[in-house]
């Protein structure tokens, strides 16, 4: 198993991604060959797993359903801004 990932791997991994859907047989194991470098698919799936999680992760503490206070200095929540 190879945990570390090149920025030519991940390129690879997005390139493969956009081939191969969820719908694609053996999908991973795909994803894995056109990766190369020694990923296995359990590798694949799992980095994608993790990058999922990280996007979801910052979409929710983007839209302040993250744990984070989205409110402003006042503490009422509105977003005005003063120039």
Known sequence: MSSSWTVYQNRL????????????????QKVARAVGGGKS??????HFD?????VNHIVL?????GGGSSSN???DGSS???G
């Open 73 to 75: 200095s006042r503490g």
């Open 50 to 54: 993790w990058l999922e999680r990280d």
């Open 13 to 28: 991994f997005e390139q493969a991604l956009a081939i191969y859907d969820k719908d694609t047989p053996d999908r991973w």
């Open 80 to 82: 005005e801004q003063r």
């Open 61 to 65: 503490e983007g839209s302040g359903g």
């Open 41 to 46: 698919a359990d590798d694949v799936k799992r």
